[in-house]
């Protein structure tokens, strides 16, 4: 038994032990900032990656990438695939719209759009925090300084984009069977449709004409452009002779008088959204050389406005198809 004389001292001593490492500062536990890549690996018990080879040589990409930056024209492709991005070029100051109607009930969620691809905000994408960036070849400068940011590839564009570019998405994303199941599909539509226009129109002569301010006038050619190879590849439509010069993209200027020298059958007509494009339209039909053109006199010219958009992937190419046989054939 403790000694009553020695309960005081215990108790003073119990109540300093309490008192001191009550007041006792609390000690701050500094925590690490982890970076992007850290938090990514906390999250996933693998973080897999593979090699693949693009425009640029070869790149370690994500085996299963998460998100995205998308920098070409390829969302149409890409959601055909099943695979959506987080940003994406913004289409407005072309078409009118953030991103093309025919795709807006396709998006899940939000896609962020981005002002112009061509000179990209690098802080702005770096916030983005993104796995995978994809790019086309045209913006091979860019290239290292996108790589920074997260592993870049840059799609190869010296076909037309669809179904060129889409095969190279599908190794991107393992989708390489969808992609070429994809292909199939959409070449047996084009097949049927390209029977239906044979029978309609026979050998009759077809021009693409793109209105976009200018004196001059762009004829799209067979080559080159994908809306040259759905309307001449894709669906047969036989392409007028004698359209002088056309340049690597597949495009051609002609002036106005040259129209009445080609006199084809049928003319598509592409206008763009600007006041400069919609004003050269209303002084082309004014004027005497267009009235005096076989398609005009029969009545065989065409809204074609849609298709340079649509024709860059297999959801529009099918849509762009419907309307070209519906406006032939009507």
């Not at 597949?250 to 020298?261: I, K, P, R, T």
Request: hydrophobic share 40%; net charge negative; proline share 5%.
């Amino acid at each position: 038994m403790l000694n009553k004389k020695w309960i005081p001292i215990v108790m003073i001593s119990c109540f300093l032990f309490i008192f001191l490492t009550g007041c006792a500062p609390i000690q701050k536990i500094e925590t690490k900032n982890t970076n992007t890549s850290e938090k990514r690996d906390a999250n996933e018990t693998t973080y897999a990656t593979r090699k693949f080879k693009h425009y640029k040589g070869e790149t370690e990409v994500p085996a299963n990438p998460k998100r995205v930056i998308l920098l070409g024209r390829y969302l149409d492709q890409m959601i055909a695939l099943g695979v959506q991005p987080m940003a994406a070029p913004n289409w407005e100051k072309w078409i009118g719209d953030v991103f093309p109607k025919h795709l807006q009930d396709k998006i899940v969620g939000e896609i962020m759009p981005i002002e112009d691809e061509s000179k990209p905000n690098y802080e702005s994408l770096l916030a983005l925090d993104p796995d995978l960036i994809i790019g086309s070849q045209w913006m091979a400068r860019n290239y290292e300084e996108l790589s920074k940011i997260a592993p870049t590839v840059l799609i190869d564009e010296s076909k037309p984009l669809f179904p060129h570019t889409l095969l190279q998405l599908g190794e991107l994303f393992n989708k390489k069977e969808r992609a070429e199941q994809i292909i199939q599909e959409y070449n047996k539509k084009a097949n049927e449709a390209k029977q239906k226009l044979a029978d309609a129109v026979g050998n009759e002569t077809f021009i693409f004409v793109r209105l976009s301010g200018d004196k001059l006038y762009t004829i799209y050619g067979p080559r080159g452009d994908q809306t040259g190879r759905l309307l001449y590849t894709d669906l047969g439509l036989k392409m007028l002779d004698g359209v002088p010069n056309f340049d690597p993209s597949g495009q051609a200027e002609l002036s106005l008088e040259g129209f009445l020298q080609l006199n084809p059958d049928h003319i598509f007509i592409f206008t763009d959204i600007v006041d400069d494009a919609n004003n050269q339209f209303k002084e082309l039909e004014y004027s005497n050389v267009w009235k005096s053109l076989k398609a005009v006199k029969s009545k065989q010219v065409y809204d074609g406005s849609e298709y340079f958009l649509l024709a860059m992937g297999p959801i529009g190419s099918k849509l762009a198809i419907d309307d070209i046989v519906s406006q032939i054939t009507k």
